[in-house]
Every structure is written in C-alpha cells, then in structure tokens.
C-alpha cells in the first residue's frame, strides 16, 4: 500500500520515470475511423495529460488485423506510425507519458467487421458475429508471437514509452489461460504451463525486441467471473512466472470476460438500454431480452474517474478533500463504439 502523498511523487516503471504514479487506464476510444489516429483521440489523451497524469494509455492497438475486435480500431502498422508520432509527441510536451496497450482480440473481435476469421483456443460460435471462431494453430500463435514482438518495436518507433500487453478479459491470451475457454490437448492446452505458454511466449518475445527502450506491463486477469474460468491461484501463479521471465516491469491487474461477463469488471449497473441501442437488429433484440443475465501495485490505474475529470489529478494535487465524481453509472462504456466520453460531462469537457 503507497502513503497518499507518495501517489503524487514521481516514480520509476522500467526505464520511464514518470512525474506521479497516477496512470489513466485503457478505455477505448472509438475515434479511430480508418483504423488510424485522428485529432479526436490525440484531443481525448491529452485531456488527462494537461489534467495531471503520470501517463496515459492508448487503447486498443491490436497486433494484426484479425486481432482487433472491430475493423475501426488502430492495427500496428507503418502506415500507422505518422499519427501515433503526432500523439506521442503532443502527450509528451504536456509532460505525461504515454503507453500503447496491444493485444489480440482472440475470440472477442468481431469477425462480421473485421472480416477475417477470428481466433480462440478451441473452435466456438461467437455470440458478436454469429460465425464459428477457429481454433488457432501452432502457426498462427507463432505468428501472433512476432506480431506483438514487432508492434512492441512500432511503438517505441512512434515514440510511446511504455507498451501494456492486453492478457484479460478472454482476449487471446486470456482465452489460452482460461480453462473454460481453453480445450486443448495440445502444449498449449491442459496445465496451467500449457495455458501460460503463448502468454510468457507473447511477453519475452517483446521483451526481447526492446530491451530496456520502453517500460513493458501486462493487464492481467485475476477472475474471468464465470464458473470454470480462470482465477485467482493460477493467476497468481502465472504473475510469478511473468515476473522470474524478467519479461514484464508491472502488471495491472483486471478481471472479467468480454466474451462471457462483461460487467463483471465494473463496479456499478449495468446499461443495458444504452448498450442495446448502439447495436442493429438482431443483436439489440437479444441484448433487451438476455443482458441482464449476460451483462452481470503501487501505481493508481483509473479509468472512468478520469473520463468525468480528465483533470481530477490536478485537482487532487491542489487540494486533498477532491472526491471523484464518477457515480460508477457505466454509461460510458456504450459510447465506446461512436467516441468514448462521460455522458454526465459538459460537451466538451472529456
Ligand atoms: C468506456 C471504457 C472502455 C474501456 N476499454 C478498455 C480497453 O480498451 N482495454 C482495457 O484493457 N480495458 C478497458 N476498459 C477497462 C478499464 O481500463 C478499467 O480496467 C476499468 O474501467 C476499471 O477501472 P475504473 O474503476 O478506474 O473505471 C474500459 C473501461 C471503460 C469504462
């Protein structure tokens, strides 16, 4: 447990010092049309950057274009570099760092908009597209592998400091660790060695291909909140191997299946009205109906906080008895598909 006054004094994460311990979380965006940086997402990262964050943290960067969950969301790309530099460097002249979180979606990307065969460790229907998901090979996890090793190099080439390696919420890594998900009877598949394979794989690989260049953390599960997922021991277990690896300088710590649990993360109701209206017939019918049942260390992570005040840190700074105003409402999470934002803000305000 960190004393509150050391919240604020800078601290060291791998290589990157970082003016305070206050990192803004991961929310994705949705500001990204053709899967490109536009001056609406550098807008929203500097939001947090003026209002006092230690670093802030770019959501989703997918390794491939399969590994996104939808076609609009940023692949590591060269043709990606341009903007993202743009971004890293307005960040940086506001004195934040900044952290690009990659991954691959697994089972959770949308085939029907990516239109590429999504992938999970055993073959499985996808609720999102109604399309089979296929099971990976042995090829393709090589390839996802070096896909993560070379975004890790693309992004210290656009001029982030840190890389979050997404390994929750039954995105691909997470699908490999958890049991339920994970069916195998392969090496990848079984023990708990054989589900972290492709997770310590994806890990010393980037580590491996930046060295000590840019700070490395994992987002992690400790409980996919569905019976039979993967939990707090092995999760535990997993985070030790992580760490002897010498392949990740912190984990942020996440819980909850995109896949199968949702809201599981999130403290607070769940908006089912608001959610079933950013989708078409038939998935908005399905969500009125189902989604009650469907949608159920030292450094600070804040994500919906900072959405309501970007400049919440500032204001702490300035003054201890600053209380957040995030009321946990969560009807910030459907705006994720047409510009991620606090509904309870004034226009302009996140
Ligand atoms: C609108 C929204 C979008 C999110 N998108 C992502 C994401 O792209 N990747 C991720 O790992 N977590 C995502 N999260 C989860 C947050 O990073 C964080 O783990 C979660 O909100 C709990 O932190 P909080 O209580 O400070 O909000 C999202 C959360 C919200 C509210």
Redesign the pocket.
């Known amino acids: 447990m960190v004393a509150v006054a050391d919240v604020f004094a800078p601290a060291r994460l791998g290589p990157v010092e970082l003016r305070n311990r206050v990192i803004k979380?991961?929310?994705?965006e949705g500001m990204t049309p053709h899967a490109l940086v536009t001056d609406d997402l550098i807008a929203y990262h500097l939001r947090p950057a003026r209002g006092g964050v230690g670093m802030t943290t770019v959501?989703?960067c997918a390794v491939s274009p399969e590994g996104r969950t939808d076609r609009h969301q940023i692949w590591m790309r060269p043709e990606a570099v341009p903007g993202l530099r743009r971004l890293t460097g307005a960040v940086h002249a506001e004195g934040a760092a900044v952290c690009a979180?990659i991954g691959h979606a697994g089972p959770v990307a949308n085939a029907a908009s990516t239109r590429l065969p999504a992938l999970a460790p055993t073959r499985r229907p996808s609720p999102l597209s109604m399309r089979m998901i296929k099971a990976a090979s042995a090829s393709d996890l090589q390839r996802i592998t070096h896909a993560h090793a070379q975004a890790a190099v693309t992004a210290r080439e656009a001029g982030f400091d840190a890389v979050e390696l997404?390994f929750?919420?039954n995105y691909l890594v997470s699908s490999f660790l958890s049991p339920r998900l994970n069916k195998r009877t392969d090496e990848f598949g079984g023990s708990l060695a054989n589900r972290a394979r492709v997770a310590r794989a994806i890990a010393s690989a980037v580590r491996d291909a930046v060295g000590g260049q840019l700070a490395i953390t994992a987002?992690l599960n400790m409980d996919d909140g569905v019976p039979g997922g993967f939990w707090l021991d092995e999760s535990i277990q997993v985070a030790q191997w992580l760490e002897a690896d010498g392949s990740v300088d912190a984990l942020e710590l996440?819980a909850g299946s995109s896949l199968l649990n949702p809201m599981y993360?999130?403290?607070g109701d769940a908006p089912i009205r608001e959610f079933a209206a950013v989708f078409p017939q038939p998935l908005r019918a399905g969500i009125q109906l189902a989604g009650g049942r469907f949608l159920r260390f030292t450094f600070v992570?804040?994500?919906?906080?900072l959405?309501r005040e970007p400049d919440l840190i500032r204001r702490m700074q300035a003054d201890p008895a600053v209380r957040s105003l995030c009321i946990h409402c969560?009807k910030?999470?459907p705006?994720?598909y047409r510009g991620?934002h606090c509904v309870l803000a004034a226009p302009g305000e996140t």
């Open positions: 979380a991961a929310t994705f959501a989703y979180q997404h929750g919420h987002k996440t993360l999130f403290t992570a804040l994500a919906r906080a959405l969560n910030c999470l705006t994720i991620t």
